[in-house]
């Protein structure tokens, strides 16, 4: 695993940038943003329900509605690389959703599959067992 790290540092460092500008929109409730770090259509397996967005309009509201009443922001608690190439890196994740106190509503284990399409990096499908 060690040589392909450092074959593809620029990929893994550019999906790195995609998992940062994510919860930094999401955390600030910036739709755009939030959907420029996402490809179209969006794959998440949650449990065992898959969800698709096929365009970004609903995509943060459907996050809302989903995160938990309460819900203020999110962190992550690590990303590990798991395989990279030139234009595809997975992550091994786990995050915590957090309420305005600071008290946290959950911390979840979940996949993210980062890639390179159509000149940008950005994020294509997860699996995550949040809710």
Same mark, same amino acid.
């Given at each position: 695993?060690? =040589? ?5 540092? $620029?990929?893994?460092?550019a999906?790195i940038?995609?998992l940062?500008?994510h919860? $930094? @929109? *999401?955390?600030v409730g910036d739709a755009?943003?939030?959907? &420029?770090?996402?490809?179209? =259509? ?5 449990g065992t ?6 365009? =970004?309009?609903? /995509? *943060? &509201? $459907?996050?809302?509605a989903? &995160? ?10 690590f990303?590990?690389? !798991? @395989?990279?190439? &030139? ?8 995050f915590?959703?957090y309420? !305005? ?6 911390? /979840?284990?979940?996949i993210?599959?980062?890639? /390179? !399409? ?6 294509? *499908? ?6």
């Open positions: 695993m060690e =040589p392909a790290r450092n074959e593809h540092a $620029d990929s893994i460092a999906a940038c995609v940062e500008a919860f $930094d @929109a *999401l955390n755009a943003a939030l959907a &420029a770090t996402l490809h179209f =259509p969006h794959y998440r397996l949650a329900r898959m969800q698709v967005w096929q365009t =970004p309009e609903n /995509y *943060l &509201a $459907d996050f809302h989903r &995160a938990g009443e309460g819900w203020h922001h999110s962190e992550w608690d990303r590990n690389v !798991i @395989a990279a190439s &030139a234009d595809k890196v997975h992550f091994e994740t786990q915590t959703r309420r !305005i106190d600071g008290s946290m509503m959950g911390s /979840y284990r979940s993210w599959v980062v890639t /390179y !399409i159509g000149g940008r990096w950005a994020a294509q *499908l997860r699996s995550s067992f949040a809710g």
